[in-house]
């Protein structure tokens, strides 16, 4: 075993603070990976409060993984020691179910194993993320990193970007479609860079005037502002698809009138009951799609990354420094992050 530190939530209501714990013994598939930089999703912020359900504490959270291999196992055979690797959303799965046959580890019929708060398939231990000095990892999860991607700030793209990218790939987004892009944070904007990237005509929709500019600048060929009646009822039956990125629950009924028919709305960051309830008809009465998408498979998850870097896409984010995490998530909450931040692992390290 190995030391490790890290910061935890060690309950719903307290901050992150230091925690040490160790990190297992290589298993002969594992890897071990030096942490040099860790993203912070709000996926994060809902497990160490525990919204989603209770979490089991202490939480060491962080699944935006960038770092370099510094030991392998003996029948590790795709890395080597000093290679840049990346880890996502997940560590392990089943791998023996449909879904894990067909590189869909992320909708294991067993339950797949997040990065932080799950529990290990052969110890029972629980998983700790990213916001540590290194992790040990099975190299069936582990991501390759392209040289040509800025590391310091590649992390983000193992869960904010494959979640976006994920869902267009799926439902065959190309050139001459024309998608509308829900939400304009830190999933809300790799969408744009991506529905551009497949060739689409991309609409912004915010709910407020001041972003229209801010919109235009992520690459949007259009912007609606959604609290305006007039330019909602402009854009009825204007797309083919809606990437829904909200993560609160809102009314999908207007948006869904936005859709042509076949129209296909994915709501990728609301996993909660929705509210109000979505009228039948206007699904039912132009053969709409309402649908939702998980992160991706790793064989995806290394396609996004080859695809970004074939395609100089990254995500605008902040450094940050891991002592200013709690202050990170607070203006996380308040909206004030442009539209990622990153932890850079020295500050740790060197505490």
């Known amino acids: 075993m190995s030391q490790a530190k890290s910061y935890a939530a060690k309950s719903a209501t307290t901050p992150l603070e230091p925690f040490s714990f160790e990190r297992r013994t290589l298993r002969e598939d594992d890897i071990n990976i030096d942490i040099l ?14 919204d989603w359900g209770p979490s089991i504490y202490p939480v060491v959270p962080g699944h935006e993984i960038i770092g370099r291999v510094t030991e392998i196992g003996n029948k590790v055979s795709k890395y080597k020691v000093g290679d840049l690797v990346g880890v996502g959303c997940m560590v392990d799965s089943c791998q023996h179910c449909s879904q894990c046959e067909a ?36 190299e069936k999860f582990v991501l390759s990193i392209p040289q040509a991607l800025d590391a310091s700030k590649a992390a ?17 987004v190309k050139a001459g479609d024309k998608v509308g892009v829900l939400g304009m944070g830190g999933l809300g904007h790799m969408g744009v860079k991506f529905a551009k990237a497949f060739g689409a005509e991309v ?3 915010t709910r407020s005037e001041s972003k229209v500019a801010e919109a235009k600048l992520q690459g949007a060929d259009h912007v609606v ?16 698809y809606l990437l829904d990125t909200i993560p609160v629950q ?12 076949d129209g296909t709305h994915i709501l990728v960051g609301l996993i909660e009951p929705i509210e109000p309830a979505v009228h039948a008809a206007n699904l039912v009465l132009k053969r709409r799609v309402l649908t939702g998408s998980l992160i991706g498979g790793i064989a995806e998850t290394q396609e996004v990354l ?46």
């Open 37 to 50: 930089y860790c993203g912070v999703c709000h996926s994060d912020i809902h497990i160490a409060e525990s």
């Open 103 to 138: 590189d869909l580890e992320q909708y294991c019929d067993n339950g797949s194993v997040g990065t932080y708060g799950f529990k290990d398939l052969i110890d029972g231990s629980i998983t700790y993320g990213g916001y540590s000095d290194h992790i040990v990892v099975r």
């Open 156 to 172: 983000p793209l193992l869960c904010a970007g494959v979640t976006t990218y994920s869902p267009l790939r799926h439902h065959g």
């Open 203 to 205: 609409t912004i929709f």
């Open 225 to 240: 502002v959604s609290t305006d009646e007039a330019q909602m009822k402009a854009s009825v039956m204007s797309f083919d």
């Open 250 to 261: 809102h009314d999908l009924n207007p948006y869904l009138n936005c859709l042509k028919v």
């Open 306 to 351: 080859d695809f970004c870097a074939k395609h100089d896409i990254e995500c605008d984010a902040e450094m940050i420094s891991i002592q200013d995490i709690n202050q990170a998530y607070q203006r996380m909450k308040q909206g004030d992050v442009k539209y990622r931040f990153i932890i850079d692992m020295k500050s740790l390290k060197n505490s």
